[in-house]
């Protein structure tokens, strides 16, 4: 498995240029990073089977899909043992409106990223989806007036 030390300058140079393009032909990629084609092909394969490039997104404008409005939840647990955490961490995989979670050092459990279309739908998701999570004892809500960077 590849670790930061393990990557060359090239690998580095493959690994920024697909974060800011991940559509980028191979011949494009290979011109980015003075090689040609068909090594740069084998070296996004190692990196892809290794597991440092974990896949391929589009970044979607998610005000147009009606998805605008953004809360940023904190989650305090009545447990935090390992049975309870994992118990937490599977049930928030499974809400599509939770974007991102994230485990705190803090005096909270944890940090989520909540997408809707409006307040009262997101009201709706705290009450009966976020705080019927197992274990939550107490959550506080931060509502994003603007993203001014994503991604």
Excluded: W
Aim: net charge positive; glycine share 6%.
């Amino acid at each position: 498995m590849l670790n930061a030390g393990d990557l060359d300058r090239i690998d580095r140079n493959i690994v920024k240029a697909l974060h800011i393009d991940g559509r980028l032909s191979m011949a494009a990629l290979a011109e980015r990073v003075g090689l040609s084609k068909t090594p740069v092909q084998a070296r996004v394969r190692r990196l892809e089977a290794d597991g440092l490039i974990k896949g391929y997104s589009a970044v979607i404008d998610r005000l147009r899909l009606g998805e605008g409005h953004i809360a940023f939840v904190q989650v305090s647990l009545s447990d935090s043992r390992s049975a309870a955490l994992k118990d937490f961490n599977r049930a928030v995989a499974a809400v599509a409106q939770i974007e991102e979670c994230h485990m705190m050092a803090a005096n909270f459990d944890y940090l989520l990223k909540v997408r809707s279309t409006d307040i009262a739908a997101y009201r709706k998701i705290l009450g009966e989806t976020i705080s019927a999570l197992p274990h939550v004892a107490h959550t506080s809500t931060f509502v994003v007036m603007e993203a001014v960077k994503e991604g």
